[in-house]
């Protein structure tokens, strides 16, 4: 997401329903899209490019299942890093092969990554090795993921937003 549409203007209800429903598929046709928000097919197409130039929407993708394409196991790597800026290391550590997701967070971490490979030794050899020997990695403490339940995207939760 652009920096921009964190500080942009709030969402109304009618956008917050396009992202939900477009965050179910997002390879709704425009008409299909406008008769599940109520709205004319014009409205949903300007509202859509709206959302796409505020940064709210930056991409349209297909959801992957990692088993079937053969990476059957995943860790979650948390990792601390010393001196050196933690925004060059996350891109750096993100470009790696296996490396799915980078996470800053707060507390006595500093980063959090999702590392999915085809096998164990493969799994050990990118902690191992990959993670592990960058400059400006301290260290790293693995955790397998044994099983995923789905949750609710964060774009569907604005289906639940109050006032």
Known sequence: MTEHAHRGE??????????AELSRDGR???????????????????????LQQ?????????QIDRRAIGLSIS????VRVGDVPWEGLARTLAALPF?????????DLDLILTVSAPDHEQL????????QEL???????????????????PAQALDVWRK
């Open 124 to 131: 050990s050899q990118a902690i191992l090795r990959d993670i």
């Open 75 to 78: 860790a979650l790597v948390v």
């Open 99 to 107: 490396v799915e997701k980078v996470q800053a967070v707060s507390g």
């Open 28 to 50: 709704l046709s425009v008409r299909t899209l406008a008769e599940r928000v109520h709205i004319s097919r014009t409205a949903a197409h300007n509202r859509l490019l709206h």
């Open 54 to 62: 505020r940064g709210v929407i930056t991409g349209f993708g297909a």
């Open 10 to 19: 709030p969402l109304d209800p009618i956008d917050r329903r396009i992202v």
């Open 135 to 153: 400059p400006g990695v301290v260290s790293t403490r693995s955790h397998l993921i044994l099983a995923e339940v789905p949750g609710r995207p």
